[in-house]
């Protein structure tokens, strides 16, 4: 099993949101779920995951599964001076190893170790990182995934059921 997750900041709240799927071309979810989460983090610069991973952790927890994947909206590794990226501190937080695949809109200057990636007539790139396999796996896995656009389908799922609560 695979897993997309996702984070929207409201002023009302977090909520985190979780498609699972099985398959890398599927264009539908098996589940959804959501986690509303309360005290997140004031965002800083470079230590983005204290404010994103408890949100991402009590989501995986409400999924109550191990999923051999993990997609996150983000940066697996920054460069060495700058410490660890979000999907590090998700790989070392969980009591299993699962892969995790970062999967950035934006480019980050102190980003390290992606690859960027192309789809669909866009010619904005995704940035692919991992954590668990090679990056170039990774960035080929999420070429597979269903959709004609840029942001593959169920990555654009989880985004929406982090959006609506």
């Known amino acids: 099993m695979k897993a ?8 009302s709240g977090v909520v985190a949101a979780c498609v699972v799927f099985a398959s890398w071309s599927d264009s539908a979810p098996i589940e959804i779920v959501r986690a509303a989460v309360s005290g997140a ?32 909206d983000g940066y697996v590794h920054l ?5 660890k990226g979000l ?3 998700l790989h070392q937080a969980l009591v299993y190893a699962p ?6 809109k934006n480019s980050l200057k102190i980003a390290d170790r992606f690859l960027p990636i192309l789809r669909g007539k866009s010619a904005r790139p995704l940035f692919v990182s991992a954590v668990g396999c090679p990056v170039d796996r990774a960035a080929r896995s999420i070429l597979s995934m269903h959709g004609p656009y840029r942001i593959p389908t169920l990555l654009k799922l989880a985004d929406h059921h982090a959006r609506s609560a």
Request: aromatic share 10%; with cysteine; net charge positive.
């Open 4 to 11: 997309a997750l996702d984070v929207h900041y409201k002023d």
């Open 41 to 72: 983090s004031p965002y800083r610069a470079g230590r983005f995951y204290l404010r994103e991973l408890p949100c991402l952790m009590a989501v995986l927890e409400r999924a109550g599964r191990r999923f051999d994947t993990i997609v996150i």
């Open 79 to 83: 460069r060495e001076d700058a410490g």
């Open 87 to 89: 999907g590090v501190h």
């Open 99 to 104: 892969a995790v695949v970062g999967v950035a």
